[in-house]
């Protein structure tokens, strides 16, 4: 059994069930890894993101962190903009 499977085990039953009342087929789950902002400026708690521009990689990134005050519309990191990029 692979690590990653034993923990989502509980939960499994549930889910297949919600998605089958909605008629869906559930083929898997993923955790989605941790996130991290790199900044250049001091980050103490979630406040000090308020009125900064974070870009970001998603448009989910960007509803999460404009939850936490970040300037609205924030940028959409090109791919070849990205550290893992090998451009």
Not at 31 to 46: A, G, K, M, W
Not at 57 to 67: D, I, K, L, R, W
Request: zero cysteines; a positive charge; hydrophobic letters at 40%.
């Amino acid at each position: 059994m692979r690590s990653g499977i034993k923990p989502t085990r509980p939960w499994l039953p549930i889910s297949h069930r919600g998605f089958a009342e909605q008629d869906v087929t559930f083929l898997g789950a993923y955790r989605y890894p941790q996130q991290v902002i790199f900044t250049s400026f001091e980050i103490d708690s979630l406040d000090d993101l308020e009125n900064h521009k974070i870009r970001v990689t998603s448009p989910e990134q960007g509803a999460f962190v404009e939850a936490f005050g970040v300037r609205r519309s924030p940028y959409l990191a090109p791919r070849f903009q990205l550290p893992w990029s090998a451009a």
